[in-house]
C-alpha cells in the first residue's frame, strides 16, 4: 500500500472512530473558536449537556463561507425538542440576548428534551445591520429571508439557497415546536406581540404570555408558517424595537419561554403568570400619513383608542401642523414609529382589533384561510 492510501485510510478511521457511520450530524473536520463545524445537525447523537456549534450554511462570494452558531442543551431526561431561532432579520437583536441567556442558565440536569437555540440566523444581514439577506455583501438590503423558507438548495439564488440550507440541515428533524425571535423594523417598535396560526400555535402564545396575541393566517415563507403546515407548531414573537438589547423586554421573553417549557414539561415548576394577560385580535389597521414631515406621536404602545381620536400630528419644517392623523376604528395600538421623518404614505401607528367576522378565531385560523404571498 501506497503511503498516501495508508494516510487516507488512517484518516478514514480516526474519522469514522470519533464520528461513527451511525451518527447523523455530519462534522467538516473544521473548528472555530474551539466549537466544531457542521454541515448537519441531528440532536439525537449529541451527548447530554452544552455543546456549541458552528453551521456553515453556504458561501461567500469570496469562497469561503457563511456561518451561523448553534447552541444545543440537551438534558438527562428524555422529552421533545424545541428550537428557538433569532437574527432572521439582521437590525432585529432582542431575540439573541433572550437566547444567550436562556442557555447559558439551564441545567442540563433538570432539562426533559433538548433546546436548540440559533442566536443569529442571517449572518450577513447582522453584519451590516440590515432587515434583508445582504447576498452581494456591499450592505444593500437584500431578500427577505423570512418570505424564503423553506429555501432550495438545487434551483435557487443565494438567499434561497441560504434558507434552504437552514431549513434542511438544522430546523427540520431537531424540532417538535418553534418559537421564532423578532422585533418591529428600524424606526418602529412593538409590545411583545405573538402571532399564531393555529389552534397548537395559540396554545404556545398562551404559554408565552405577550401584550398582544395575533390570530393570523401568516405570510407564505416565515419561519413560523412553514414550519406549521410542516407539523412542527410554531409562532413568531415580536420583542420591541431593533438595534437593542431592551433588558426589560429580554427579561419579559426569557419568563414567557421558560412557561411554554414548564408547559411542555421540558422544565418543572409553575409557570409565571404575574404579567397581564394578553390583549388577542384578528384585525390589524395601518394608518398611514397623509404628508410628509415631522410626525409627533400622540399615543404609546398598548394604549385603547377610539375612532376619530387623534394619534398623530405631522408638522412641516417650521413646526406648523400640516396634518391631523386619527383612528379611523376603535382598537389597541400595536405598533408606532418611532421616527418623526414621515413621508406621504408612511405607517405611523398600527391598531389591533378584534371582529367576530374576522377570517380568524380566537382558537386558530381554519385551513382555507390562505396566507398572504410574500413580495
Not at 439582521?90 to 441545567?107: F, P, R, S, T, Y
Not at 426589560?248 to 414548564?262: D, F, Q
Not at 380568524?360 to 396566507?371: I, L
Amino acid at each position: 500500500m501506497k503511503l498516501a492510501h495508508l494516510l487516507t485510510a488512517t484518516a478514514l478511521i480516526a474519522a469514522f472512530s470519533l464520528h461513527p457511520a451511525t451518527a447523523q450530524t455530519v462534522y467538516t473536520g473544521d473548528r472555530m473558536d474551539g466549537a466544531a463545524v457542521i454541515d448537519r445537525l441531528d440532536v439525537s447523537d449529541l451527548p447530554a449537556g452544552l455543546t456549541r456549534l458552528y453551521f456553515r450554511v453556504t458561501d461567500t462570494s469570496i469562497g469561503q463561507g457563511w456561518f451561523v452558531p448553534v447552541i444545543v442543551v440537551k438534558g438527562a431526561k428524555p422529552g421533545p425538542k424545541l428550537l428557538l431561532t433569532a437574527g432572521i432579520h439582521g437590525d432585529e437583536l432582542n431575540g439573541i440576548a433572550v437566547l444567550q441567556k436562556l442557555a447559558h442558565d439551564l441545567d442540563p440536569q433538570t432539562l426533559s428534551g433538548t433546546l436548540v437555540a440559533i442566536p443569529g440566523l442571517n449572518t450577513p444581514g447582522l453584519l451590516h445591520s440590515t432587515r434583508g439577506f445582504t447576498a452581494d455583501e456591499i450592505g444593500t438590503n437584500g431578500d427577505n429571508l423570512n418570505r424564503t423558507m423553506p429555501g432550495d438548495t438545487e434551483n435557487g439564488g443565494p438567499s434561497s439557497r441560504y434558507a434552504g440550507r437552514l431549513w434542511k440541515q438544522l430546523f427540520i428533524g431537531n424540532a417538535d415546536f418553534a418559537v421564532d425571535l423578532h422585533t418591529q423594523s428600524r424606526g418602529g417598535a412593538y409590545p411583545g406581540y405573538v402571532f399564531a396560526q393555529t389552534s397548537a400555535a395559540r396554545k404556545m402564545a398562551d404559554a408565552l404570555r405577550p401584550d398582544v396575541i395575533g390570530m393570523d393566517a401568516g405570510i407564505e415563507g416565515t419561519v413560523e408558517n412553514m414550519l406549521n403546515p410542516a407539523g412542527i407548531p410554531a409562532v413568531t414573537y415580536e420583542l420591541g424595537a431593533p438595534e437593542t438589547f431592551d433588558a426589560a423586554m429580554v427579561a419579559r421573553a426569557l419568563r414567557g419561554v421558560r412557561n411554554l417549557m414548564i408547559d411542555n414539561k421540558m422544565l418543572t415548576g409553575q409557570m409565571d403568570l404575574s404579567d397581564p394577560a394578553p390583549f388577542v385580535g384578528n384585525v390589524v389597521t395601518d394608518i398611514h400619513s397623509p404628508r410628509g414631515g415631522w410626525a409627533h406621536v400622540a399615543v404609546k404602545l398598548g394604549d385603547k383608542v377610539k375612532k376619530g381620536q387623534t394619534v398623530a400630528v405631522v408638522a412641516n419644517p417650521f413646526g406648523d401642523a400640516i396634518a391631523t392623523i386619527t383612528a379611523p376604528i376603535d382598537g389597541q395600538v400595536l405598533s408606532l414609529s418611532t421616527d418623526p421623518r414621515t413621508e406621504p404614505g408612511d405607517m405611523v401607528v398600527r391598531l389591533m382589533s378584534w371582529s367576530d367576522s374576522g377570517i380568524c378565531t380566537r382558537d386558530g385560523c381554519p385551513d382555507t384561510a390562505q396566507m398572504v404571498k410574500a413580495h
